[in-house]
């Protein structure tokens, strides 16, 4: 459940009552400290809560608000980064330092080396958002899928920071046009016009990869192949455990 202020505000209460409906077990927030009436009405139906942020100071004050876990999300990953620019690399120890609830890392994970290096860093575990869209399950036109497992490290940027909502994205042309914009600034109006989801739907629905924005991860520098979900996962955790075993040698 995102609880970042949106174009079109999300009712919270209808997406608890389907939750509670579907019993889901795990929801997890995002953005703004997630208040403590939601939080008690997810724990009194046994769902486990887990918040994501992108600073410790969040960290600690989602921990204070009670949930069960928190997500530390650093700025290479794809999505909504935020504005400190910490990597996962310094989030992750910092976090597990400082937090008594378990952790997890996110941003840039998509392999077993990377799984293998958050637990390293004191992670109890890791999210991971981009390694997925590149997955026969994943319902985008397999276009994009095909333009993503073709793109390198150097082809995301973050844009909408003039807007304090930067989201790292894949570097297409309808995201370097929404960079322009912000460079050159723009009326908001005709930047979020670009970013409302119709032309990414586009995208996603009819494989028109420069139409629209996606949020996209520098780990699609290293996913270069569709694979299956579980062949991604079982393959992350094999590779963990060979290079655990190969450095305990
Ligand atoms: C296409 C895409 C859409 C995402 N949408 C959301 C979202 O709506 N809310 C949210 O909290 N995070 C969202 N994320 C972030 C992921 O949940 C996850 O935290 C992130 O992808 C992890 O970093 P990684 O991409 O390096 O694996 C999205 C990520 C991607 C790639």
Request: glycine share 8%.
């Amino acid at each position: 459940m995102s609880l970042f202020p949106a174009l079109r505000p999300i009712d919270n209460d209808l997406y608890v009552e389907v939750i509670l409906q579907e019993d889901v077990p795990v929801v997890e927030t995002s953005g703004h400290r997630p208040p403590e009436d939601l939080l008690e009405l997810l724990k009194a139906a046994g769902v486990k809560t887990m918040h994501k942020c992108v600073s410790v100071r969040h960290a600690l004050s989602a921990q204070e608000a009670g949930v069960d876990a928190v997500t530390l999300f650093g700025s290479e990953g794809g999505g909504h980064i935020g504005e400190y620019g910490l990597s996962t690399m310094i989030l992750a120890p910092r976090a597990a330092d400082a937090l008594e609830v378990p952790i997890l890392a996110a941003g840039g994970i998509a392999d077993g080396r990377g799984l293998l290096a958050a637990l390293a860093l004191g992670a109890d575990g890791v999210t991971i958002g981009t390694r997925l869209l590149v997955t026969e399950e994943c319902p985008i036109h397999q276009n994009l899928k095909e333009a993503l497992a073709a793109a390198t490290e150097l082809d995301t940027l973050p844009i909408l920071g003039s807007l304090h909502n930067t989201l790292r994205a894949w570097k297409n042309p309808a995201a370097l046009k929404v960079a322009e914009l912000e460079s050159s600034q723009a009326d908001m109006r005709e930047i979020l016009a670009l970013v409302a989801g119709t032309e990414t739907k586009r995208m996603y629905q009819h494989g028109e990869v420069d139409a629209g924005v996606i949020a996209c991860s520098q780990s699609i520098g290293i996913i270069s192949e569709t694979k299956p979900v579980y062949a991604v996962i079982d393959g992350m955790v094999r590779e963990a455990a060979m290079i655990r075993d190969r450095l305990a040698a």
